[in-house]
């Protein structure tokens, strides 16, 4: 799933988006996202696209210094986890939030997980008994030795890769709002 964070700032607000005024906004996209963001500066006159690793915008937005309405981005195109890690971020240094509550899904795109029958049941018994949950499972167990979590010590660590996404590929977005305040 990809999410897109976005500001609450005047200059987007609907009477900009109602006028068809080219809408004058710059966007941060996580680098393995650059052929969709790409397409989407192409199509979309005014936007501007900057790409940038997610974990660096992530480390800017989780930062103290960070302050919405000055810093020039206006939504933040990422895989779904990371507007979640950066309200983790914010709240285990005592920090306000910088992101509201996410919208409905408006986009997804398709990801599927291949794994060998005796990992997957490895899984299945101890780390991840509701496969439904995988992602986040994967997610938990990532970089673990197998044989820590029940599994054969011949397997070496758990891996998780997605592979980059093809222009078109992408068709699912979160929209949780940067607060103005």
Request: glycine share 8%; with cysteine.
């Amino acid at each position: 799933m990809i999410a897109v964070a976005v500001f609450a700032r005047s200059r987007l607000d609907n009477r900009a988006i109602e006028s068809n005024e080219p809408l004058a906004a710059t966007i941060v996209c996580a680098t393995e996202l650059k052929p969709v963001c790409d397409q989407l500066q192409a199509s979309t006159p005014g936007l501007t696209v900057k790409i940038e690793d997610a974990g660096v915008t992530r480390t800017t937005l989780a930062a103290p210094s960070f302050r919405g309405l000055e810093a020039g981005i206006d939504a933040w195109v990422v895989p779904k986890q990371y507007p979640g890690m950066v309200v983790v971020d914010r709240q285990q240094t005592g920090l306000d939030p910088a992101l509201d509550e996410e919208s409905a899904v408006i986009a997804r795109s398709p990801l599927v997980v291949a794994i060998w029958i005796e990992k997957e049941q490895v899984l299945a018994s101890k780390q991840c008994p509701d496969l439904s949950y995988v992602w986040k499972c994967l997610g938990d167990v990532g970089g673990d030795r197998w044989d820590a979590i029940g599994g054969e010590s011949s397997w070496g660590t758990v891996k998780v890769g997605l592979a980059p996404p093809a222009v078109g590929n992408v068709d699912a977005p979160m929209i949780p709002r940067f607060r103005t305040s």
